[in-house]
């Protein structure tokens, strides 16, 4: 807007300005409390396929009328902000966090190539990015553009592979062609193709297969038989087996090294309450267990209008409950020698942090100390800071992976970097 008068006149415009934008203020507040609760109706395959903008909202209560999403900056955050939010961030004595790259909006899933290369999914933009070490400087590069939610990452045998929801994706010999990577190779698309919950992990097993989790594609309902699970693939032929059943969305997962079994996240129903249900964190003991999903919540919590008379002991139960609407996303279990050794192979969590809670949590790393067996678990903060007040998000942590020298790096989608967590003895 430009102003071509005085001084004075363009006070007064002001003033009315901020007049009739708190009056519209206020009535839209009036007009939130007077509309209906939203609703909907989610058990169609016409809503799974053409689903409403907002379908991830389910069904609103009173008690929690009005809380959806927060929407990031576009550009991310700059330099000088991530400067300022490094100070801010709280972690035991001992350890350090640094920016390790800006500019990686939407970061999602981390890959390391052979050759040194840091390939980073995204959400929602649609790009995979590749970040280079020129000299102690990050160079970082778009090398894929416009696919369907690529938040999935996985680099074996020379290859980088993306899943984009209904597509697991293998571009060969990557790191020698970051300039021109092609269309790649499409080597399992047995997948449904709506983006509601369809945005994918993995996790590579010893021996080369990927765990990849399939969300349903709502807050809570009975799901397509073709989701709501996690699945075995074979990236080289194909082929597929389903693993586990009763998951709603899992985002994260690492294979233990102590035992080969897959743990993952699970990001648990809303529209409950504030403080229910927890999130989840999983042990797959063998295939084909029921995780409970959407009969039971937590281990011990039916389901009010779902539950349809099934029991919770009917479902393999959590090894750990994580909170409420923290959002547990990427996990890893920490196998390197840089940090304190009471810290081996324990399972650090990156939480991407709450929407549907009036304060919000996670927004986080935390760690927890369990052993193969899944018993005994316990947790504790490791990283803090993101979260100002009761729902000022700084950044949000999205994933975690290791690098060489025994550091994690930690990606965040809100502020559009990634993160180096180091340890030095004093």
Same mark, same amino acid.
């Given at each position: ?78 330099? *000088? ?19 390790? *790259? ?10 390391? /190539? ?25 160079? !970082? ?91 075995? !693939? ?24 102590? @035992?080969?079994?897959?743990?993952? @996240? ?17 042990? =797959? ?33 959590? !090894?750990?409950?994580?909170? *409420? ?9 920490? @196998? /390197? ?51 100002? /007040? ?9 994933? =975690? =992976? ?15 970097? =990634? ?8």
């Amino acid at each position: 807007m430009k102003f071509h008068r005085s001084v004075f006149q363009s006070a007064l415009a002001l003033a009315a300005v901020a007049l009739l934008a708190g009056t519209s203020a206020g009535n839209a507040q009036q007009q939130d409390k007077n509309r209906a609760l939203k609703k909907y109706e989610s058990g169609t395959k016409e809503f799974w396929t053409h689903p409403p903008d907002d379908w991830f909202l389910g069904d609103e209560t009173e008690a929690q009328k009005g809380l959806a999403p927060p929407s990031g900056p576009p550009t991310g955050a700059s330099d *000088a902000e991530l400067a300022a939010m490094m100070k801010k961030i709280k972690l035991p004595p001992g350890f350090k966090i640094e920016v390790y *790259a800006s500019g990686v909006l939407a970061a999602r899933q981390m890959a390391w /190539g052979d050759k040194g290369t840091l390939f980073v999914g995204s959400f929602g933009l649609g790009n995979v990015y590749a970040i280079k070490d020129n000299n102690g400087k990050k160079e !970082v590069k778009t090398v894929l553009k416009g696919l369907n939610m690529p938040t999935g990452l996985a680099f074996k045998d020379g290859a980088l592979y993306v899943i984009a929801v209904d597509k697991l994706i293998r571009y060969d010999n990557a790191e020698a062609n970051l300039d021109k990577l092609g269309d790649g190779k499409v080597v399992y698309d047995d997948m449904p193709s709506y983006a509601a919950h369809g945005w994918k992990y993995i996790a590579v097993d010893k021996d080369g297969w990927f765990f990849l989790p399939f969300g349903p594609p709502f807050n809570v309902g009975i799901p397509p038989t073709s989701v709501s699970q996690i699945r075995r !693939v074979d990236p080289k032929t194909g082929n597929a087996e389903i693993y586990a059943l009763g998951v709603r969305n899992s985002v994260g997962g690492d294979v233990d090294p102590r @035992t080969g079994k897959f743990w993952f @996240t699970e990001n648990a129903r809303d529209w409950i309450s504030d403080d229910l249900p927890s999130d989840k964190l999983n042990m =797959i003991n063998k295939m084909g267990e029921h995780f409970g999903y959407p009969y039971c919540h937590q281990g011990n919590l039916p389901d009010d209008k779902f539950a349809m008379g099934h029991k919770c002991s009917e479902f393999t139960p959590p !090894v750990l409950n994580l909170g *409420a609407h923290v959002a547990p996303l990427g996990m890893k279990f920490y @196998t /390197g020698d840089q940090f304190p050794a009471e810290y081996k192979n324990n399972i650090l969590i990156a939480e991407h942090g709450s929407w549907n809670r009036h304060k919000y949590q996670g927004g986080r790393i935390v760690r927890v100390i369990v052993g193969p067996d899944g018993k005994n678990p316990k947790q504790e903060v490791f990283a803090s800071g993101w979260i100002e /007040g009761d729902q000022g998000y700084l950044g949000r942590p999205n994933d =975690i =992976i290791h690098a060489k020298d025994g550091s994690i790096l930690v990606a965040d989608d809100w502020a559009g970097a =990634i993160y180096r967590i180091s340890y030095s003895k004093k």
